[in-house]
C-alpha cells in the first residue's frame, strides 16, 4: 500500500471472484517478503520480507483454520526480496538469494517443514526480486532475471537440481531481455516456464 506495510491476510473465492478478509493478525507488517505453497502439507508458507529492519522469520498459513503459526526464527539471515518456490519431487520449499539490507545474497536453502537446511552459497551471482518456479516433469528449480545494485536488471537462466544440490547456467541462446521484478510459473498443459514481467 505504497510505503506503508500491512500484515493482513486475504483469500480470493475464485467461484465467486471475491476477496474475503481471513486474518489481521499472524506475522509482523512488512513487504517484499516470500510466499509459496506446501501441498503435500496444505500449509502456505511465508518468510522474510523488510518493514524497519531486514525481517527473518518462518510463518506457515493453514487455509482450514485461518491461522498463522510461527514456524522458526532462525535458518536463513534476515532479508527481503528472495523468492521461494516447491520442490514437489522432494517435498521442499527452496529459496535462493534476496538482500540483508547492506548486501544481495546467493545462497541457497530448503525448508521441510520442521527445519531450514543451507543448500549451497554457490551458483547464481547475487540478486533480489527474481523469480523462481518449479519444473515438476524434469525436477528442477528454475530462476530467471533480478536485480544486482549496480546491474539494473538480469536476465540469466539457472537450474536447480535439488537432489545434486547444484546450480547449473543454462544460458539460452534466445531469452527474455534483462528484467526484475517479475512473475515465472509453471504451465502444465505446455510443459513451459512462463514469464511476466513490469520492470
Known sequence: NGSVYLNDTWELDVANGMWMQRASTGPSIRGYHSLAYD??????VLFGGVAAAN??????????????????????????GADL???SARKRMVLFGGHNGSAATQDTWEWDGS???????????????????????????????GYQGANPGLGDTWE????????????????????????????????????????
Open 39 to 44: 501441498p503435500a502439507r496444505q500449509r502456505t
Open 55 to 80: 525481517i527473518g522469520d518462518t510463518w506457515e498459513w493453514n487455509g482450514t483454520t485461518g491461522t498463522w503459526t510461527q514456524r522458526a526464527s532462525t535458518g536463513p539471515s534476515a532479508r527481503h
Open 85 to 87: 518456490v516447491y520442490d
Open 115 to 145: 527445519a531450514w537446511v543451507q543448500r549451497a552459497t554457490t551458483g547464481p551471482p547475487i540478486r533480489w526480486v527474481h523469480n523462481l518456479a518449479y519444473d515438476p516433469v524434469r525436477d528442477r528449480t528454475i530462476l530467471f532475471g
Open 160 to 199: 536447480w537440481n535439488g537432489t545434486a544440490g547444484t546450480w547449473t547456467n543454462r544460458a539460452p541462446g534466445s531469452a527474455p531481455s534483462t528484467r526484475w521484478g517479475l512473475s515465472l510459473t509453471y504451465a502444465a498443459a505446455a510443459s513451459r516456464i512462463v514469464v511476466e514481467t513490469v520492470a
